[in-house]
């Protein structure tokens, strides 16, 4: 079963360790995302820009609105996710608390929908 684990950080957490603490926990982070590949439970891994980088886009009837950044304010925004291969949610969410990003932010996992079940369902 796959599942998606989204990782949000706080930048103001982030900017606030010190940049060997921070290179130290990114090392760390990137060694366990190998052995978990290795292993066959990490399927992809990516980082992801900073919000100031992104665009949200809209469609209300004919009218498109496209916005600077992300759309509603947080203080925690999507930095990257993982997308895993476990037996079922809570050998998930054991994978994911190893990794140490719950310390400056939150982990979120969520399982994947079966596209191909969908497909079928829907005729497509």
């Known amino acids: 079963m796959k599942f998606l684990v989204m990782i949000y950080s706080d930048e103001s957490l982030l900017d606030a360790l010190p ?23 990490l399927l992809d891994s990516q980082q992801l ?18 916005l600077d950044g992300p759309f509603a304010e947080t203080k925690e925004y999507l930095a990257g996710f993982n997308l ?28 994947v929908r079966d596209i191909a079940g969908v497909r079928k369902r829907v005729g497509a």
């Open 84 to 111: 895993i291969e476990a037996n079922n949610l809570d050998e998930a969410v054991k994978i994911a608390s190893e990794f140490p990003w719950s310390r400056t932010g939150c982990i979120e996992i969520r399982p």
């Open 49 to 66: 820009e900073a919000p100031s980088q992104a665009r949200s886009l809209r469609m209300r009837g004919d009218k498109m609105t496209v």
């Open 19 to 41: 940049e060997s603490e921070f290179n130290s926990m990114m090392r760390g982070c990137l060694e366990h995302a190998d052995e978990l590949k290795t292993q066959g439970f």
